[in-house]
């Protein structure tokens, strides 16, 4: 009796040993914790719809613009001005430093009536510096040798020179310019705030976004190819393209896609847009019109993106190559079998961390079932977090 209960002992050690040893082989199924992201998306063809406004030579001549290439111009600004061929081009020269001139007279003055009591000299030094190297930039020899002597002032003195007599004398010196070629010039001023841009592409006013509820997929389709090309430098005929400006605090997308990628959307939705053919640069924009079947052709509608944020693409490009994202999950991927509902009616997800398992509440964010994965993330205010874990369990615990 007692040898039989020794060799039942035996057996049971055995059998202990035996699975100890089966677990430390194959312990409890595990993974490496990694991030992803999963985004709903359509790809989508279309155009850059800008509220601009386009400017034509209203006479031929020569053509002096008073504003630079990508610079924000305010409404009522001076643009540009053509000249007759007849004017001297030592006159255009110099009423042209006089404008500049003036400018910086004006801004000055303004800048004197609240001066002492809203900038320190300091400030005022430091705003001069940063103009200077602005005004290199673009070769605006004037304008650095005004600032400087603004500098040089404002350290002997503590302020400007009287702005105003300044101001008073140079249009006085351009009324006496102005005298002689009066009838011999045309001056433009700015309609619109905006950036100002010296390329157009013929699209110019032929794409609405107030009008998007009379195009159809076919029209849109079948627009002629736009060609950026950069307007005459110096010498305009009657007609010729100039320049125009470009709202930079609104702009919009038409862009054809999926009809059947939209039934799910509405406009008021926000959505993400991805420019594959300018860099992958992102935008975000809201939703404002979507096709209606009347419009739509072959499967295809198109919808209408409203953006707001500035971006320097808008202004360059017009043929948009994108994908529209409609969602996007960021969090951990993991094995849907990893995920576990809690006795709370939460989920969980067991991590590993220096060979102790612990419990991780999760939120779920997506779930493939086709691919059997999920997107999830820590629980805000859960002390144990994913991101903290060697590994998660993806098999029973």
Known sequence: MKKAFIIFIAVIAALVLGYGIKYAVSPVPSQVIERATIEHSAMAKGYIVREEWAYYAERAGKLYKNVSVGDRVMKDALIYTIYDDSVDNNTIKELNTLNKKISLAREQTDQSTYGSAAISVESAI??????????????????????????????????????????????????????????????????????????????????????????????????????????????????????????NHKWSLILITDETEMSAYAPGDGVTVRFKNIADAEQTGTISYISSEEQNKDGKCFVLIDCQDYFEGAFSYREVDAEIIFERYSGYKVPISAVRTTEKGGHK????LDNRQIDCSVDVLYTDTKEEFAIVESQDGTSNKLSSMDRIVIGER
Do not use: H, W
Request: with cysteine.
């Open 126 to 247: 430091a705003a001069r510096t940063s103009q200077i190297i602005a005004a290199a930039k673009k070769n605006d020899v004037s304008g650095i040798s005004q600032y400087k002597q603004d500098i040089i002032s404002l350290r002997n003195t503590g302020s400007f020179e009287d702005a105003n007599a300044r101001l008073a004398e140079l249009e006085g010196q351009k009324q006496s310019l102005d005298a002689g070629i009066l009838n011999s010039r045309s001056e433009r001023y700015a309609e619109i705030s905006g950036v100002f841009t010296m390329y157009y592409d013929g699209f110019e006013g032929v794409l609405d976004r107030n009008d998007v509820a009379e195009y159809t997929v076919g029209q849109l389709e079948n627009l002629k190819k736009p060609v950026p090309k950069e307007s005459v430098l110096d010498k305009v005929k009657e007609g010729d393209f100039i320049c125009a400006l470009v709202n």
């Open 349 to 352: 997800v067991i991590g590993i």
